[in-house]
Each structure stands twice: as C-alpha cells, then as structure tokens.
C-alpha cells in the first residue's frame, strides 16, 4: 500500500473512533440531562448543534467535556479530506486491463475522422460538420450568439459519441477570457513542434523522404513562425515504430518520453503542438482555396480525460483541459475570422493526447492521406499566420 493511501486509511480510522467517541459521550450527556428535565435538555442540546452561537450566548464560559470534544473533532476530520485532495487521483486508478484499453483507443481514435465528422472504424461523432467554403457568408461569432451551448456546439464542434461536455466547461466568457499571448520578454523559443505519428504521408509523398511527409510539413512550419518572429523548435523523434515496424500503441508515452526533456532544456517554451494529418475515405478531399491556392484543412483536435464509459479518467489527468480548450477555440475562430472554411469543426474526443504538457498544448489534424504535399505546405503558412494572430497580435 502507498504511504499516501495508508495515510488516508489511518485518518479515516482515527476519525471514526473519534465520531463514536463523540456519539457516546454525547448521548450519556443528554441521558443525564434527561434524568433531570428531558424537554429542557433536548432544547438545550439543539440549540447546541443547530445554534451554536445562541447557545455559545447561554453558556457559562467554561466548556463542557462533551463540548470539547464536538468542537475538536470537527478540527480533525478535515485532515482527511486535505489529504485526499493531495492526491487526486491516486485512490482511483484504473485497472491494467482498463488502462490498456484506454491507451489502445487513445492511440488510434484521432485518425480516420472524414470531412463530415464521422469516423471511419469503431466509432461515430455525435455532430455532422458542414462543409463551408470561403466566400460563404460567415459564421455569426458574435459573444452574444456564442454564450448559447446549443449554438456554440452546433457551429465549432463536433463531440466523439464517447465523450461528452457541458456548458460549465464551454463557457465562451471564460475561455476568450485567458490570453494565450506568448511572454516575448523573455528570450529563447517560444514554440515545440513535435509529431507523435511521425510516419504519416500524404498522395504525393515520396517513400522514404521525410521532406514529403508530416515531418517535411513541420519542419516548414518551423520556418514559417521563425520568419515571423516566433522562436520556433522543431523535434523530429521517431514515437510510432518498433522494431522497424509502425505500431502506434504507445506513441503517445513514447513520445510524452521525449518531450518532457526537451522543456525542460528550453523553459521558455510556453506553447506545444502536436501535428497529424488525418485519415478519411479515399473520395474524400480536405481541400480549398486560400489566396488563389489549394489549400489543405485543418482541423484542432481537444482530449477532455472523460468517457462515458470511464467517467474522468484518473490515469490521463490533465490539468490543463480548460486552456487547451481556449485554445483551440481562439485558435478556431481566429481561422474562421480570417480565413473561413479553412478549419474544420474542433474535434472534442475522451482521451488526453499530450495534451497536458503545458497549458498551451494544440494538437492540429493538417489534412490527409489524400492531400497533395502542396496542399499542406499551403496550409501551413494559413496556419502560421493564424498562430501569430493569437500568440502575438
């Protein structure tokens, strides 16, 4: 047992004991009472537990024995529930069979999402995702329009059929509320770029050549921010091959591994992303025109550590779910600001993705397997300029 929870255990126990302390001492003191004049003492004893401060007025300065003890038990007790709140999520682990299924799922389930929200698999969204293009009259992103849940969902969201999220966690007020403006005070980078599926292609790609392939397409975002003044790194690990074979079962561990010494080396770094590129029906075309160019989409993807069928998942705890949400969400309507039809609804789905690292964690879904590498390259100077617009202007 860890010392955390044989401490738990050991207050709970100490609290107990106290409590039947408690009830007996009380009780043999309003026996006693009784003994003399029952209706009185039962008043008395009320005004006691119910009206400590009109009671507290009647009293003799000195306390009883029974009273003390009521009073310092209460003190007491509140130890348990501080050190409860120390450990969050210890006392509520999931099991090995139940924590390898959520890893499994969690490696897989954002890929393979098409242009209308429906996974292509084991799962389907709960939302479908119109197809806007640029031109098309715009979205109304008025405050006023956005406080409304319903509205909010149906226009910049679609929520996996597995998860689920109330109008607490999407309160507009709260999340255009915190600034996701990078400290440029400071020097150093500001910005990781990193890629869990590191072996993802594209129609046109070249085998073998990581030029041609997601890694190619961040390296070039990389170039991009940089250019505009945002110290950009690019980490390039390999996190989905073992053995020399591709197995994304624990990309997101293996990457989490590498990570997490690369912020600490570079403390400066306030903003993390990790970039895909989506998977859909071979028909299907992620794909407009920005600027005169064919333009791949995108789409920001949140992981929100909650299933219906788990609840909140103890073992992928992110502390950061509220500013990963803001986030994608700034993020989401400075896109359709500036460039509509240009993203695609924010995915919601009920694993973590990494998404704890720092609060200003994004995971981008950049296209798919049928864009060309041109279309993602174009992409991202839509996205670089987006980025800038929220971490800077």
Not at 266 to 277: A, G, K, M, Q, T
Not at 346 to 353: K, N, P, S, T, V
């Amino acid at each position: 047992m860890k010392q955390s929870a044989f401490i738990r255990v050991a207050l709970t126990v100490i609290g107990g004991i106290v409590c039947i302390c408690l009830l007996c001492i009380s009780g043999k003191g309003i026996m006693k009472e009784w003994r003399y004049d029952s209706q009185e003492a039962v008043l008395k004893y009320t005004e006691e537990m119910y009206m400590p401060g009109l009671a507290y007025l009647k009293e003799d300065p000195g306390p009883t024995a029974v009273q003390w003890i009521k009073k310092n038990a209460m003190s007491w007790l509140p130890l348990i529930q501080y050190v409860e709140q120390k450990q969050p999520y210890d006392s509520v682990m999931e099991d090995e069979e139940t924590i390898a299924k959520i890893l499994e799922n969690q490696a897989n389930d954002e890929n393979m999402i098409d242009e209308n929200g429906n996974l292509i698999g084991n799962k389907t969204a709960a939302a479908q995702e119109p197809s806007v293009e640029q031109g098309q009259s715009p979205i109304d992103m008025s405050i006023e329009r956005l406080r409304d849940f319903d509205y909010l969902i149906s226009n910049f969201y679609i929520v996996d059929s597995t998860t689920m999220i109330g109008p607490e966690q999407l309160n507009v007020d709260d999340l255009l509320g915190r600034s996701m403006k990078i400290d440029q005070s400071i020097g150093g980078p500001k910005v990781l770029i990193f890629h869990t599926h590191s072996q993802e292609t594209f129609v046109d790609s070249t085998p073998g050549d990581t030029n041609t392939s997601i890694v190619g397409v961040g390296e070039y975002l990389t170039k991009l921010l940089n250019e505009k003044g945002i110290e950009t790194i690019h980490d390039t690990g390999v996190y989905d091959i073992i053995n020399g074979q591709l197995d994304r079962s624990n990309a997101y561990e293996n990457a989490e591994a590498s990570i997490r010494p690369i912020l600490e080396a570079n403390p400066s770094v306030e903003v993390v992303i990790d970039l895909h590129r989506d998977g859909v029906a071979e028909d299907t075309h992620l794909v407009t025109e920005i600027n005169g160019k064919p333009t791949a989409k995108i789409m920001y993807f949140n992981g929100l550590s909650r299933t219906r069928t788990n609840g909140d998942i103890a073992y992928l705890y992110n502390p950061y779910i509220q500013d990963n949400l803001a986030f994608s969400l700034q993020m989401e309507l400075a896109s359709e600001s500036n460039y509509p039809g240009f993203a695609r609804h924010i995915y919601l789905g009920g694993y973590r993705y990494n998404l704890h690292l720092v609060p200003k964690s994004l995971l981008v879904e950049a296209g798919a397997q049928t864009n060309t590498v041109e279309e993602m390259m174009n992409a991202m100077e839509v996205l670089a300029d987006t980025l800038h617009h929220v971490l800077t202007e």
